[in-house]
């Protein structure tokens, strides 16, 4: 057993030594293998570090949640010319009782909206009011960083309690403690009992338009309904600044399902009805889960696409390597015919060659893993892309050099060991 | 198959013939050889004669097409090439015309060759390689390539690389063939005194005074044995 560790550490020493002795060439050799290691950890890492991206923020809507949002129409844009006239659009009240019981719904958390500036002290800054239920914060996971949310309790007696996102929090109290403190929207006062904390951005991946939900704040819905009814009014910028009226029952309507399973089967329901109820198209279905699936889905893709390539450069840089090798046997004829004079069998020789071959893949391997956990730090640090690299990545890509080794080592090895002795030990 | 104790190599009417499509070469003809331990022989011949094919049949490197041949009592006919390594690393020693270094390993390092294959530990490797270096006198040239070494030196280390193992036969091919007459003189001296320490040495040449140092000297021409002395 001694003995065997002793013949491949030598065997290691003399392959070693022979790479050594043409360093150049050996180097262009493994080039090929380097780059196919190299790309393939950074890709991986990269398309991980988006995919991650993706389905954090698809998380970050709930993927027990179907969301249906009120959709305004370019049509109603276009009759609001006519000025006095008054847009009618979205969810309404017949679409709620309707949802809510849907077997499968567990709840319904109803939103309604507007943007507008919040005001304390001398301090203002544009946000996004939400009035809906206290299981808001739940279904779209809101974590508080102080205080609290508000109640069902608070809902019931109409409080004017404000929950201020955390980004709103900055703006308007970058040393104070919000908790108690008076804000107030058009020219009603609310008192702030909550902060949430930071969230990440949605973006574009997700399929959705940005949404900084760290500058809304939410009231109760009660709240919300008594001051400021059920219009929506938003200017209109141009030459002259036009008023724009709409009548909005229901931004959005957040639907917790009580099973994962019933998800997709539910927001067909949700579809059919919606559909018998509404006219036109003024709203829009969003499945997290679905579109979760659809992330996946295009990861899988890309992984097959990528595979594919670092496959070629990979069965490319292994072509090198089996030509150089070739190349060397052919050098080392002398060599073969007097270690078989010596005594080495088949068997030793082709450990010879394929030790050596795969001492060279690896060794390419290794840079290239140098290589490929390097150029997504400098992906991040550069173009601020969230790159992981995964531990299977670099195992795979390492197992892979050298498979390519053994693959591509195989067959001069064998050549070299299937040489004539007589012949190898007259060659000249 | 046991050959009696003191015989070494038995052939019996060995023929080698190669086969190269629509001619055949009778490199050997009929050959017939018998060889004690501890003898010295020559074989002489001249180029073409067949001498090197029956070296190298010999040795093991070969196999005769027709004929019995028994070393030390194995029936080589019938062995397959991990037993013809086998037996080429344990019971016999080479040394070529040519030296046949391989130039990329030191004196150490190429002495010690058929250890590894004969799978040691290292420790015994490197005692055995030293002991032989110092044996052909090369103690002090022990971590130098074989390009730095003269012709003699390099045959020097060729025999310690075919003594390491303590074969049965010592095989030379020419071995005072690429060496000037003072340096051949010194070499075959070496390969007497081996002889007279037990070996069994078959020295292939072509060189008369070469040859007298054998106790017989074998003759051949167009691959048959004509004269034996």
Redesign the interface.
């Known amino acids: 057993m001694k003995s065997k560790i002793y013949y491949f550490l030598r065997i290691i020493k003399i392959g070693i030594k022979n790479i050594f002795l043409h360093k150049l060439r050996s180097f262009l050799t493994i080039l090929g293998i380097v780059f196919g290691v190299a790309s393939v950890i950074s890709m991986l890492a990269i398309g991980e570090g988006a995919s991650y991206e993706a389905r954090e923020k698809i998380k970050e809507l709930g993927s027990q949640n179907i969301i249906i949002r009120s959709v305004k129409l370019q049509e109603a844009r276009i009759t609001q010319e006519t000025r006095a006239f008054v847009g009618v659009y979205g969810l309404v009240e017949k679409d709620y009782e309707m949802i809510r019981t849907i077997p499968t719904v567990e709840f319904i958390v109803p939103t309604w909206e507007m943007k507008e500036e919040i005001r304390y002290g001398d301090k203002i800054v544009q946000g996004r009011i939400v009035c809906t239920y206290p299981e808001y914060k739940d279904v779209m996971n809101l974590g508080i960083e102080t205080g609290r949310f508000f109640t069902k309790i608070d809902m019931e007696l109409f409080k004017p309690f404000a929950v201020i996102g955390y980004s709103i929090k900055k703006s308007l109290f970058p040393v104070e403690d919000p908790i108690g403190k008076t804000i107030t929207v058009r020219s009603y006062n609310f008192k702030v009992i909550g902060v949430t904390k930071e969230k990440g951005l949605m973006t574009e991946t997700t399929g959705f338009t940005a949404e900084d939900v760290n500058f809304d704040i939410y009231i109760p819905f009660t709240t919300g309904r008594s001051y400021f009814g059920e219009f929506e009014i938003t200017s209109k910028q141009g030459p002259i600044i036009r008023w724009e009226r709409n009548w909005v029952k229901y931004h959005r309507f957040i639907v917790r399902v009580k099973d994962m399973d019933k998800i997709l089967t539910t927001s067909a329901i949700i579809e059919d009805i919606l559909k018998t109820n509404h006219k036109k198209d003024d709203y829009e279905i969003l499945v997290p889960l679905q579109l979760l699936m659809q992330a996946e889905h295009t990861k899988k893709i890309f992984n097959i696409v990528l595979g594919s390539i670092a496959a070629i450069s990979l069965i490319v840089g292994g072509i090198g390597i089996m030509n150089i090798m070739l190349a060397t046997v052919t050098e080392r004829t002398r060599e073969i015919g007097i270690r078989r004079a010596v005594g080495a069998k088949r068997k030793d020789i082709i450990n010879q060659f394929l030790i050596e071959t795969v001492i060279l893949s690896s060794t390419g391997g290794l840079i290239g893993i140098f290589l490929g956990v390097l150029i997504p730090k400098l992906v991040t640090k550069f173009a601020g892309m969230t790159t992981i690299i995964t531990w299977w990545s670099i195992a795979l890509s390492f197992t892979i050099s050298v498979g390519v080794g053994i693959t591509f080592g195989i067959y001069p090895a064998r050549k070299a060991a299937y040489l004539d002795p007589i012949q190898a030990l007259r060659y000249e | 198959m046991k050959m009696g104790n003191d015989i070494l190599i038995e052939m019996k009417s060995v023929k080698k013939i190669y086969d190269l499509g629509n001619v055949k070469v009778f490199a050997l003809k009929n050959v017939n050889l018998k060889v004690k331990k501890g003898e010295h022989i020559s074989i002489m011949g001249p180029s073409g004669s067949g001498k090197t094919t029956l070296l190298?049949i010999i040795?093991c490197?070969?196999k005769p097409t027709e004929g019995e041949y028994y070393l030390d009592g194995i029936d080589v006919k019938n062995l397959n090439?991990?037993e013809l390594?086998?037996i080429?690393?344990?019971k016999i020693g080479?040394v070529?015309q040519n030296y046949?270094?391989?130039p990329?390993?030191n004196v150490i390092e190429n002495i010690s060759?058929?250890l590894?294959?004969?799978?040691?530990?290292?420790e015994e490797?490197i005692e055995k390689a030293k002991y032989y270096a110092n044996l052909v006198g090369l103690g002090d040239r022990m971590y130098h390539r074989p390009t730095e070494l003269s012709g003699g030196q390099q045959q020097r280390v060729a025999i310690a690389?075919a003594l390491v193992?303590e074969p049965l036969i010592i095989l030379g091919d020419e071995p005072t063939g690429n060496l000037d007459t003072k340096t051949g003189k010194e070499i075959m001296e070496i390969f007497k005194k081996l002889n007279e320490m037990g070996r069994t040495v078959i020295i292939i040449t072509h060189d008369s005074k070469v040859a007298e140092y054998g106790q017989r000297i074998v003759k051949i021409l167009d691959g048959e044995i004509i004269d034996e002395k």
């Open positions: 190298n040795g490197l070969d090439d991990d390594s086998e080429r690393n344990k080479f070529f046949n270094l391989i990329q390993l060759l058929p590894i294959y004969r799978g040691l530990d290292e490797i690389r193992n």
